[in-house]
């Protein structure tokens, strides 16, 4: 069976409610009928409840940008699974660059939040991808296989299957500087192969690995095109429905 792609909006920390259910009710209409993909949104966690409220009923999924790896506790300033499942959140971000790059977030951090979101039945989007210093000195392999090795850590096999991965390259996120899709593929060949070191051939061949950094409408088709891009996490370009819509429909 082919891997059904998602397309993934990475709102970060934009939008107030006012403009997130306006987002909504401007893009539903869009992607109406739009069953070949999924979609989902991961708005702020103030705007959660507005975002799926809005969104209810229709094809598309809503998740957070963050969860923590407590059930709860004391940990001023963060959000528990059950929070997110409370209010029909489905889906979650884990170990985005920016949470690795300002949030100390580690190898170790990420793989806690990953056990916490399966135990949970919540849909972990884990975030891998090298910095452009460790490209440019060839170390763009031995990176990504260290932070899938560590974010899959005591994960079996049958667990594993509602586990998706995004691979973004950091020096392509935010900077307009895309990958080309060859890049992209052979980054996502070598996850692929860690998966299947990991956890089995069986499970490698259905794991989505999604592509991550400046995708936009205009480059959209290039890139989901390929088999081995099983989807798209955009930021900037998620920000406009018409934009996209256009790439959830690219
Ligand atoms: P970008 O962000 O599309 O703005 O490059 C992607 C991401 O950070 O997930």
Redesign the pocket.
Known sequence: MPRKKLI?A?W?MFKTPAEAKAFVDAFLPLVAGHTRDEVALFPSPVLLPTVIAAAKGSIVAVGAQNIHFAEEGAYTGETSVGQLIAIGGTHT?IG???RRQYFAETDEIVNKKLHTALKHNIIPIV?VGEVLAERESGKTESVIKTQITGALAGITAEAAAPIVI?Y?PVW?????K?ATPQIAVDAHKIIRAEVARLLGAAVAANIRILY?????PDNATSLLGEEEIDG???????LKPESFAAIAKY
């Not at 798209?232 to 998620?238: E, F, I, M, N």
């Open positions: 993934a990475n970060k971000l985005h660059s920016e975030c995004a973004e392509a996120i935010g900077t307009g895309t991550g950094g400046s995708v936009k798209a996490l955009v930021g900037g370009a998620s």
